[in-house]
């Protein structure tokens, strides 16, 4: 083993360890009063010449648009790009984060979002519906842990992300429209 190695390695070592820490203290919190563990967020999407769409949340903020082919500018990705990047997002750090807090040591975790659409749907022609028609998530570890307790890791992960269940589970959405002169 190189210096360069082993320098990387107890870096990892210490992230890990402070990622398990973390989320140890989060989860304590959480068990001494389950209320806290509830929360409601909110995210503002906002349209005003064009199509281009800022949505913000907080301090953060991103533009979405589509191609001139849709009548947009290309001014940011669009907003089926940041949905399968927040599932991909979501589930490759819940893997992390649950086999840091079990002690496996992931190298990388990456997580693949492919989503098959009706296009025609979305303009309310022919029978189809706009919604996805179905969408494949791949997700591939590097890591030397054995096979089996990594696949029990992310199936455990899968059980509790809120992005993957989202899009798998039928939810509860509540629409309201407000029209003012």
């Known amino acids: 083993m190189t210096p360069d190695t082993i320098s990387i390695q107890r870096d990892a070592a210490q992230r890990d360890a402070f990622l398990r820490d973390q989320q140890n203290a989060v989860i304590a919190r959480m068990r001494a009063d389950p209320q806290k563990a509830r929360s409601t ?12 769409c800022t949505a913000s949340q907080g301090k953060f903020s991103t533009v979405m648009d589509f191609g001139p082919g849709m009548g ?3 001014t940011g990705p669009s907003p089926g790009f940041h949905a399968r990047a927040a599932i991909a997002g979501c589930v490759a750090m819940a893997i992390k984060m649950l086999a840091t807090r079990e002690g496996l ?18 303009f309310g022609l022919g029978s189809g519906k706009a919604s996805p028609l179905e969408t494949r998530i791949a997700i591939s570890i590097r890591t030397a842990e054995p096979d089996g307790r990594v696949r029990q890791i992310v199936d455990r992960a899968l059980d509790m992300d809120p992005w993957f269940l989202a899009l798998r589970d039928p939810q509860k959405v509540v629409p309201s429209v407000t029209v003012t002169a």
Do not use: C, H, W
């Open 41 to 52: 967020i909110v995210t503002t999407g906002r349209v005003d010449a064009g199509i281009a």
């Open 72 to 74: 947009g500018e290309a």
């Open 105 to 122: 040591v992931l190298e990388t975790v990456e997580v693949s979002v492919e989503t098959d659409f009706d296009d025609a749907a979305l």
